[in-house]
């Protein structure tokens, strides 16, 4: 009687104890978190959501839901899989897939400046300093490691060949931005910019690099 019990339930483990077991969780991802991936010749942006992600490609936008993944996060819809493991991540496009995808760090800020709708940002270093203009709207300027932080109303800006030289003044500030269209290489990460900036605060001088950024991706 005891062997048939034992027999008995070991044939009801066989049947269904394996079926108990859970599938994987999903990783929870911080929303609304701007990532740029490099894939060779292939970049693209992605923008996390609660539960989804939207991925800005050459010439397409796509929304993908999240789904279990053994390891990292997963995306997929519309035939399109977005995976990601730490700083890598595959993309796969149904009729081309890309591995090895790297994350850019250097590249968030001047995406969600983009995203946002600035039309000019540059950057300064010793002390760090950023700049970002917004044409019809306001200048900020942002220093002292972001505890400084100066916002002016945008003027239009006087043209003289290949500079361009913005003046505003308010709330006891004066600032003077002028942006020529030259050679500039950062003098921290060494990327190469389109145009020199030369900032004037309040009788300090800031000196960097700068781009002019393209319409933006949302």
Known sequence: MIL?????????CLAGCGS????????????????????????FIA?????????????EYLVLGQVRAAAGTKYAGDGVVFWSKGNTAT??????MLGSCRLNPARVPWEEARRRGVH????????GWHLEIQHGRKMLFVSG??????????????????LATYRASADSHDMQV????????????GEVFENSVRVTLDGEVYLGCGLVLEADWE
């Open 47 to 59: 923008r996390t959501g609660p539960g989804e992600i939207a991925l800005y490609l050459p010439g």
């Open 91 to 96: 993309l796969d496009l149904g009729s081309r």
């Open 20 to 43: 108990q077991q859970s599938p994987a969780p999903m990783h929870p991802v911080e929303p609304g978190r701007t990532l740029v991936y490099e894939c060779g010749d292939y970049e």
């Open 178 to 189: 002028d942006v020529t269209v030259e050679y500039c290489q950062d003098s921290m990460s």
């Open 145 to 162: 490691y972001g505890h400084n932080r100066v916002l002016l109303p945008t003027p239009e800006p006087e043209l003289d060949g290949g």
């Open 120 to 127: 000019f940002r540059a950057v300064g270093q010793e002390p």
């Open 4 to 12: 048939r019990y034992l027999v008995s339930f070991s044939l009801l």
